[in-house]
């Protein structure tokens, strides 16, 4: 630009000016998007982290109980002699050093599955810890009644990561049973409609064999987990 035959530097204030706001743009987007990344992630692993200690809580208490369990029958206590009666119910006014939950029995206090590892389907019975000698495992060494304890009615991850926790590899597939969970893995005769049906190959072939496994219904919406507490 000249005036007067004088040349003057044409003014670039407006462009840098542009060039500045774009960048500050650029920056703000890309901050954004990894705020949001960053976010994801750690929502992400923050689930996984509570799957994992869900599905750990929940074997660790059904551990928990054997060793209650087979505390009592070093002791004298048998099978049959076992009672299941809970505090809260009539029968536990009664209870003796048989007992699985009285202080002078086995001293088992049942907690409450984790709320978050709730899945439920069905009110008959609800979710909750379940426990009893109500029917046979093929596998186990006898035809008599097992004592089983049974997480009822869980979410699918945290069953999937029992599973997983159980035989050290991630299942392809939770093993499902053909009649309905509570037939097999409940009391009928206490805590739901009856009759009670073993649990053998024919109802569960993917339990062949497991003392302690996470299940689902036929149609994969319901998912409980079972331990064979005492074989015979």
Not at 75 to 82: E, P, T
Request: glycine residues 10%.
């Amino acid at each position: 630009m000249t005036a007067n035959g004088k040349s003057f530097p044409v003014p670039e204030q407006g462009n840098a000016l542009i060039y500045v706001l774009i960048v500050i743009g650029l920056f703000a987007a890309l901050t954004f998007m990894l705020a949001r990344q960053r976010g994801t992630g750690e929502a992400s692993t923050i689930s996984a982290e509570a799957v994992n200690i869900d599905a750990t809580q929940i074997v660790q208490v059904s551990n928990q109980v054997k060793q209650a369990v087979d505390q009592m029958i070093y002791s004298g206590s048998k099978i049959d002699n076992l009672d299941f009666c809970q505090p809260g119910e009539v029968c536990f006014a009664s209870a003796g050093i048989h007992s699985v939950f009285a202080p002078q029995g086995g001293g088992v206090s049942m907690p409450q599955i984790p709320t978050d590892a709730v899945h439920q389907v069905d009110a008959d019975p609800v979710p909750g810890f379940y426990m009893g000698a109500f029917n046979n495992v093929e596998w186990t060494p006898g035809t008599g009644t097992d004592v089983i304890l049974v997480a009822h009615q869980i979410s699918q991850p945290v069953c999937e990561k029992i599973d997983e926790l159980l035989t050290g590899q991630k299942p392809a597939a939770i093993p499902p049973v053909s009649v309905p969970l509570a037939k097999v893995l409940i009391d009928a005769g206490k805590h739901t409609q009856g009759p009670n049906v073993d649990l053998d190959k024919i109802v569960c072939p993917g339990c062949d064999g497991h003392a302690s496994l996470c299940v689902s219904d036929s149609g994969g919406t319901m998912f409980s987990f079972y331990n064979v507490i005492e074989q015979r």
